[in-house]
């Protein structure tokens, strides 16, 4: 569903994401970060919301956009699924995002994740972009 690959870090762990362009590369990255938390599949589209970041390049801007995903999903206990990117620019993400609250009889939390982190942070434009992140967990 999303193109990511895990990849192990000392304590932590992290993904590299792919796509087209930079939007596919961030809602890659988004849904990767989610099908580490949980199994997506059982997830639904029951609670949407809007979602604003800014930052000061694209690089900072990956990850404001997972910290704020990551923050909403911790505060409001929602556990997101589907990324709708509708304005992006270098330095500023509008999106809207789609979960379900989380329900210990539906979801099993498969890892938690506390943070996400600078170390190692990319974005690459090669044949498209390529992005990587590292999570503390």
């Not at 990117?85 to 939390?109: C, E, M, N, W």
Request: one cysteine or more; glycine letters at 4%; hydrophobic letters at 45%.
């Amino acid at each position: 569903m999303f193109d990511f690959q895990v990849i192990d870090h000392t304590a932590d762990v992290g993904l590299v994401a792919r796509g087209r362009n930079l939007k596919e590369a961030l809602v890659n990255a988004a849904g990767g970060m989610f099908s580490l938390i949980c199994d997506l599949d059982t997830v639904a589209e029951e609670v949407i919301r809007e979602v604003t970041v800014m930052a000061e390049d694209e690089t900072s801007l990956l990850a404001e956009w997972l910290e704020e995903l990551l923050y909403l999903s911790e505060v409001r206990h929602v556990l997101w699924k589907r990324f709708d990117i509708s304005h992006l620019t270098p330095k500023q993400l509008r999106a809207t995002v789609y979960g379900s609250s989380f329900d210990p009889a539906r979801h099993t939390i498969l890892m938690h994740i506390k943070a996400v982190t600078h170390h190692l942070l990319q974005v690459v434009r090669d044949n498209g972009y390529r992005v990587q992140v590292i999570f503390d967990i």
